[in-house]
């Protein structure tokens, strides 16, 4: 029975990356201040919208940023 659980949440697991990939996405096409646009990714933690920041400002500007919103 613990196999079924695991295999229920692989699955949650893929619909989760494929849905943030998308929002990756959007986001690299989004013109203007991504970090109002990433505030509205509700179902992330401030560590994981820290990561986002990151991986967005290295695609977009080829270097992390100099300051981070969700990092002390």
Do not use: C, H, Q, V
């Amino acid at each position: 029975m613990a196999k079924k659980d695991e295999i229920k949440y692989a699955g949650m697991d893929s619909i989760a990356s494929r849905t943030r990939e998308e929002r990756f996405k959007a986001a690299l096409e989004f013109r203007g201040n991504i970090i109002p646009f990433i505030n509205t990714f509700r179902d992330l933690s401030d560590a994981e919208k820290a990561d986002f920041y990151d991986d967005y400002t290295i695609r977009k500007k080829g270097k992390l940023p100099k300051t981070n919103p969700w990092r002390n």
